[in-house]
């Protein structure tokens, strides 16, 4: 990493200012080992494919009571994590490591499918959106990922009150979802910061709509997804989450998808599929 933006934590935050190109650089340097296991897939996503589903199987015996979330009209929402490109486009800096698991699982199409679902169905859909600004590169102190992010200029815009360069950015929408997102009628939260809700305004903009059930789906599974997750059942929320509609990294410390289903089937109130959750919303409507 160049010393032009070197992390937090008594640096230089001159240049906080990370533009295309560079990104590119940053990312294929952070890339080399999982490029040859995503070449081949980084296409167009589509369903998650039969070794997804095999690797990632449920128990057959399952050793936990088996619970579920029904939809009631009005009173159930859609929240969308990190819909950005810096998760799910090839384009972003973190496709050398999430680039597999968002292939795999379809992830991209299948946020799709369910925001469509959503709009067809008047159903609600808030976006839990990730930014950092020059301001957020001068924190203290940083945790693992936290850090990852702040170096590679992840999320990054020029400022709170700004919207230069924003438009094809690494903070920008999938292009895809613009069509959704920018319809007048989905929430844009405020950004979260580091990985769940409790320093954004999505618990009220929830509350002020009557919402108390979740269909959760997102970027990246074991850190915003389930951080969201977690924060909305200490809220008092019912949360299903769509476990092909989120992906994680792969990393030589572990596999972060493996790790969030595991934790979806302990603590969430439903666990499913995209074609699941699009024919119950379509059902409920």
Same mark, same amino acid.
């Given at each position: 990493m160049d010393h032009e933006h070197t992390p937090a934590c008594g640096c230089d935050v001159s240049l906080e200012r990370v533009d295309m190109a560079r990104r590119r650089l940053m990312m294929g340097a952070t890339s080399v080992a999982a490029a040859g296991l995503v070449a081949a897939s980084a296409g167009s996503a589509e369903a998650a494919s039969d070794e997804a589903r095999a690797l990632y199987a449920d128990p057959a015996e399952p050793g936990l009571p088996q619970v579920d979330m029904?939809?009631?009209?009005?009173?159930?929402?859609?929240?969308?994590?990190?819909?950005?490109?810096?998760?799910?486009?090839?384009?972003?800096?973190?496709?050398?490591?999430?680039?597999?698991?968002?292939?795999?699982? @379809?992830?991209?199409?299948?946020?799709?499918?369910?925001?469509?679902?959503?709009?067809?169905? +008047?159903?609600? #859909?808030?976006? &839990? $959106?990730?930014?950092?600004?020059?301001?957020?590169?001068?924190?203290?102190f940083e945790g693992t990922l936290e850090k990852t992010m702040?170096?590679?200029?992840?999320?990054?815009?020029?400022?709170?009150?700004?919207?230069?360069?924003?438009? @094809?950015?690494?903070?920008?929408?999938?292009?895809?979802?613009?069509?959704?997102?920018?319809? +007048?009628?989905? #929430?844009?939260? &405020? $950004?979260h910061?580091?990985?769940?809700?409790?320093?954004?305004?999505?618990?009220?903009?929830?509350?002020?709509?009557?919402?108390?059930?979740?269909?959760?789906?997102?970027?990246?599974?074991?850190?915003?997804?389930?951080?969201?997750?977690?924060?909305?059942?200490?809220?008092?929320f019912e949360v299903a989450v769509v476990r092909d509609a989120t992906a994680g990294a792969k990393v030589p410390e572990g596999d972060g998808y493996l790790a969030a289903i595991i934790n979806f089937r302990m603590v969430a109130n439903g666990v499913w599929w995209t074609d699941d959750a699009v024919q119950r919303i379509a059902r409920a409507a």
């Open positions: 029904k939809i009631e009209p009005g009173h159930t929402a859609l929240v969308v994590t990190d819909p950005q490109i810096d998760f799910l486009s090839k384009d972003g800096v973190t496709w050398g490591v999430v680039g597999e698991s968002v292939t795999e699982q @379809g992830t991209v199409d299948n946020i799709e499918r369910l925001f469509a679902a959503a709009k067809a169905a +008047g159903m609600p #859909v808030f976006i &839990s $959106p990730h930014y950092y600004y020059p301001h957020d590169h001068k924190w203290q702040h170096a590679i200029g992840m999320f990054d815009r020029p400022g709170p009150l700004s919207l230069d360069d924003f438009e @094809g950015s690494g903070a920008d929408w999938m292009p895809q979802y613009k069509q959704y997102i920018e319809d +007048g009628e989905t #929430v844009i939260c &405020s $950004p910061k580091i990985y769940g809700p409790a320093q954004n305004d999505l618990n009220l903009q929830l509350r002020k709509r009557g919402i108390d059930k979740v269909i959760l789906a997102g970027m990246s599974a074991n850190l915003c997804t389930q951080a969201h997750l977690y924060e909305l059942l200490e809220l008092g």
